[in-house]
C-alpha cells in the first residue's frame, strides 16, 4: 500500500483524473430497431453466411473470447474448432492465416466509431457515394445503414475469413470473378440463401416489414444492430465512477491518475471510449503472412500507409479501445503478446522491446508450411519498424504497471462480456453453432 500511496502523492489523490471523459449517455449511441438486433443475431452465429457454411461471424468474435478469438492470428476458413483449440485439417486446409489479430466488437454502435479496422480502410465520408469510403468500388457503398454494416462486407468475401477458395463454392467463384453486386454476384446468392431457409422467414418480416425481397443490406444491417445492441459497454466499474455510483480500488484509483497523468496513456487512447481514433507506429512486432497483395512475396504490413500511400503512415495503426481490454488478448494487431503486463511495459518503450520479442511467446495455431517469422528474420524490415516509431519512451516501474492493469480492468464490463441475447441454442439454417 505504501507504493500505491506513493503514486496517488504524483497526481490527484481521489476524485476523477484530469483529462477523464464525461460519462456515456444514450447519446453517444445510435438507436436500435430489435426485430433487426434479433434477426442479426441468428444471422451472427449462422454459417450460411459463409461460402462453404462452415464458419460463422462467431467463429472469430465469440464472447467465451470477450468478443474476438483468443490467438494471435487467426484460422479462419478451413479451420476447425474455436480461439485457441482451432486447427487444420485434411481435405479444406487454410491457405494462411489471417493477417492480423481478430480485433474485439465492444461500442461499435456509438457515433464516434467512424473508421474500422487496424488501419481504418473503411470510414466515414459524407464526400463519397453513400457517405463512406471504402476500397471497394462507389456501388458497393449504397444502401447500408451505417458504417457498421459496410463492415460486414469485407469478411463474407475473403477467401480466408469465410468465403471460400476460388472453385470450393458459387460465392467464392462468383468473388473470383469479380461478380459482387447484381442479380449473379456473390451478394445475392448469400442473401438467397438466408432467404429461402424457412425459419428466417418470421424474423427477416419482422426485421423489414414490407420489404420484396431480402438483399445483403438488409443482412449487414440486421448484424450490425446486434452487435451494436449486444456488445454495448459502459456498465462498468469504471463508468459507475464516471456517474458518481461508486469508487475505484487504491491501485485502481493509482492506475488511473497514471493513465491520464504521467504514462501519457490518454495522449492516444482518450475519449469515453480510450481512443482517439487516430493512428500511430507503436513498434508492435510483425509476423504472419502480412497484409499483402496474394501476388506480393513480402511479409510486410505497413497498415495505414496501404490506406493512404504516405510513407509517414508506414507501421501505423489505429488505437484500439480498451473497454473489456484484460480479457479481450492476444494484444497488438497481430496479436504479439498474451499477457498484458508484458505488452504494457513493451508498448512503453516499444523500440527497445524489439530488441527481445521472443517469438516462441507467440500464441499461433499450428499451420503446415506457414513461413510466420519472414518479417522478423529481415534485418531492414526490422529496422523500417523500429524507425517508424516516434514516440518517447515512458520509464514505468512494475507497481506502476500493476496499477495501470488494475485500472485497465475497472474497465471490464460483465453485461457486455456476457452479453444481452447470448450465444443461441440453434439457428435457422440448422448448421452448428459455435459455442
Not at 110 to 122: S, W, Y
Not at 317 to 335: A, E, I
Request: with cysteine.
Amino acid at each position: 500500500m505504501r507504493i500505491i500511496g506513493q503514486i496517488l502523492a504524483l497526481g490527484l489523490a481521489g476524485g476523477v483524473a484530469a483529462g477523464s471523459p464525461d460519462p456515456v449517455t444514450d447519446a453517444d449511441y445510435a438507436p436500435l430497431d430489435m426485430a433487426q438486433v434479433r434477426l442479426g443475431q441468428m444471422l451472427f452465429y449462422d454459417p450460411i453466411l459463409s461460402g462453404n457454411r462452415n464458419i460463422s461471424c462467431a467463429t472469430c468474435h465469440h464472447p467465451k473470447f470477450a468478443t474476438a478469438d483468443g490467438v494471435a492470428l487467426a484460422l479462419g476458413e478451413g479451420g476447425v474448432g474455436l480461439g485457441p483449440d482451432r486447427h487444420a485439417t485434411g481435405d479444406n486446409t487454410p491457405e494462411q492465416r489471417i493477417p492480423r489479430n481478430a480485433p474485439a466488437l465492444f461500442n461499435l454502435g456509438a457515433h464516434e466509431f467512424t473508421r474500422l479496422f487496424h488501419d481504418g480502410r473503411i470510414e466515414v465520408d459524407p464526400s463519397k457515394p453513400g457517405g463512406l469510403r471504402t476500397p471497394m468500388g462507389a456501388e458497393m457503398t449504397q444502401g447500408f445503414a451505417s458504417l457498421l454494416s459496410a463492415q460486414t462486407m469485407f469478411p463474407v468475401l475473403s477467401a480466408d475469413e469465410m468465403a471460400g477458395h476460388y472453385s470450393e463454392n458459387d460465392v467464392s467463384q462468383a468473388v473470383r470473378q469479380g461478380r459482387i453486386t447484381g442479380p449473379d454476384g456473390a451478394w445475392a446468392k448469400l442473401s438467397a440463401r438466408v432467404a429461402d431457409t424457412p425459419g428466417y422467414a418470421p424474423l427477416i418480416e419482422a426485421a423489414f416489414p414490407g420489404a420484396t425481397a431480402l438483399t445483403f443490406t438488409d443482412i449487414s444491417d440486421a448484424i450490425a444492430a446486434f452487435v451494436a445492441f449486444e456488445w454495448r459497454s459502459d456498465t462498468s466499474p469504471y463508468d459507475s465512477y464516471l456517474r458518481g455510483e461508486a469508487v475505484l480500488s487504491a491501485q485502481a484509483q493509482a492506475g488511473m491518475e497514471l493513465f491520464y497523468g504521467a504514462a501519457q496513456c490518454s495522449s492516444c487512447h482518450a475519449g469515453k471510449f480510450q481512443t482517439d481514433h487516430d493512428f500511430h507506429a507503436m513498434g508492435v512486432p510483425q509476423f504472419g503472412p502480412g497484409k499483402a497483395a496474394r501476388f506480393e512475396t513480402h511479409a510486410r504490413d505497413v497498415g495505414r500507409m496501404r490506406v493512404t500511400g504516405r510513407e509517414a503512415d508506414a507501421y501505423a495503426f489505429r488505437t484500439p479501445s480498451l473497454r473489456n481490454v484484460v480479457h479481450t488478448g492476444p494484444y497488438g494487431h497481430t496479436g504479439s503478446h498474451n499477457d498484458l503486463t508484458a505488452f504494457i511495459r513493451d508498448h512503453a518503450a516499444p523500440a527497445d522491446a524489439l530488441d527481445r520479442f521472443d517469438p516462441h511467446s507467440v500464441l499461433l495455431p499450428p499451420l503446415a508450411g506457414a513461413d510466420d517469422w519472414r518479417h522478423i528474420n529481415d534485418a531492414r524490415e526490422q529496422q523500417a519498424l523500429r524507425a517508424a516509431v516516434t514516440a518517447r519512451p515512458i520509464s514505468l516501474k512494475e507497481p506502476q504497471i500493476a496499477a495501470l492493469v488494475a485500472f485497465l480492468d475497472a474497465l471490464s464490463d460483465p453485461v457486455a462480456l456476457k452479453g444481452r441475447l447470448g450465444v443461441p441454442e440453434a439457428v435457422p439454417s440448422g448448421l452448428p453453432v459455435d459455442r
